[in-house]
Structures are given as C-alpha cells and as structure tokens.
C-alpha cells in the first residue's frame, strides 16, 4: 500500500542541518514510490501562542488550516527537530498548542479518557542534538522524546514508530554529518 507522508521540518531555519536530513529523507521517500508532502514550520505565518488555552479556540491562519487537512491526509507523519533545552523548538510547541486541537487530534469524553481522532497513523521522529544520545537517554530520562511520543502523539492515536537520533550535532564534522544524511536518505527509502 502506498504511504502518504507527512514530513514536518520543526527547526525554524530551513537552512539548518535539520533541514538537510528533511530532505534526503523526502527525496528518497519519493524516489521508493510514497507520496510526501512537507511542512515547513518556519515558513507558515500563525501566531503560535494559544492565548486563551481551550476556553475559547482562537480562529486559525490559513496555513495552520492547511496543516490540519495534510495532517489528515497523511498515513505516516516524519518529525524533523532540533532538541533544544531538553525538548522541541518552541515554534514546533505552538504548532501542536495551535494545530492539534479538541474536536480534530482528540474529542474529551465524560469521565474517560479523550477519544483519540488521529488513530491508524504512525510517526518518525528524526532528532537532533548536542548531547550525546547515552547521556540524554541515561541522565536526562529522554523528556522531549516522552512529550512527543507519550504525551502529544500518542495521547492522539499517533503510534510512533522509531525515533532516530543525530547527535551531538555541536562537535560532529562533514563526514559525520554525510554519514549522518546517508543515514536519512536509507530511513527515506524505507519508507
């Protein structure tokens, strides 16, 4: 069955390295037959504070609009992010604060756990950081990949189905970063 992927570029600077790993992973997905769309956070122009919580939902941008129908359209999400402090760019926490809303990545039911409307996709997560990978899995306790797996994904019927880890990204030099893209261009094919 073909896959509609979703690739979601978290990193504010499409520049970045994060942005080099989003596309090899999109040119060799594409090249093994899967239909890929992509999302570039720092291009889409939303206010990313959700500045009443859920007490009244603000109207939203027509690129968040647009986010919602790709997101629904898609079979398998790729999540490509810098760590920062532990977690995601904040950009990519207001897209989650402003995108996945009550009523369209999860419904609240009386006295149960919400209804999770985002079932039967999966995600990738494609993860860069300074600290090393050991170090942030054993002292760390790994909370940015628990916040996006457990608490936002999964709590919405996303199954996460590998995270994979490009780190520490601070003293890599060119050859590791190659083998780091090759790296993304294999998860590409495979998908």
Same mark, same amino acid.
């Given at each position: 069955?073909?896959?509609?992927?979703?690739?979601?570029?978290?990193?504010? /600077?499409?520049?970045?390295?994060? &942005?080099?790993?989003? /596309?090899?992973?999109?040119?060799?997905?594409?090249?093994?037959?899967?239909?890929?769309?992509?999302?570039?956070?720092?291009?889409?122009?939303? /206010?990313?504070?959700?500045?009443?919580?859920? $007490?009244?939902?603000?109207?939203?941008?027509?690129?968040?609009?647009?986010?919602?129908?790709?997101?629904?359209?898609?079979?398998?999400?790729?999540?490509?992010?810098? $760590?920062?402090?532990?977690?995601?760019?904040?950009?990519?926490?207001?897209?989650?604060?402003?995108?996945?809303?009550? &009523?369209?990545?999860?419904?609240?039911? /009386?006295?149960?756990?919400?209804?999770?409307?985002?079932?039967?996709?999966?995600?990738?997560?494609?993860?860069?950081?300074?600290? *090393?990978?050991?170090?942030?899995?054993?002292?760390?306790?790994? *909370?940015?990949? $628990?916040?996006?797996?457990?608490?936002?994904?999964?709590?919405?019927?996303?199954?996460?189905?590998?995270?994979?880890?490009?780190?520490?990204?601070?003293?890599? $030099?060119?050859?590791?970063?190659?083998?780091?893209?090759?790296?993304?261009?294999?998860?590409?094919?495979?998908?």
């Amino acid at each position: 069955m073909k896959k509609n992927i979703l690739v979601i570029l978290g990193h504010p /600077d499409t520049d970045s390295f994060c &942005g080099s790993l989003a /596309d090899a992973y999109i040119d060799t997905a594409k090249q093994s037959g899967a239909e890929v769309r992509e999302l570039q956070l720092g291009k889409l122009s939303f /206010d990313p504070i959700l500045w009443q919580g859920y $007490n009244k939902i603000q109207a939203l941008e027509p690129d968040l609009k647009k986010a919602q129908e790709l997101i629904l359209w898609s079979t398998h999400m790729v999540f490509v992010y810098p $760590n920062w402090w532990g977690a995601m760019p904040a950009l990519m926490k207001g897209f989650f604060d402003r995108v996945f809303l009550p &009523g369209f990545a999860f419904k609240y039911r /009386d006295k149960s756990l919400p209804e999770k409307l985002l079932s039967g996709r999966t995600a990738h997560l494609m993860v860069t950081m300074d600290t *090393p990978p050991w170090y942030y899995r054993w002292v760390f306790q790994r *909370p940015g990949h $628990n916040q996006m797996k457990r608490t936002i994904l999964e709590f919405c019927g996303v199954k996460v189905v590998k995270i994979s880890e490009f780190a520490p990204i601070m003293s890599s $030099n060119q050859q590791q970063r190659e083998k780091w893209l090759a790296k993304a261009k294999q998860l590409g094919s495979s998908a």
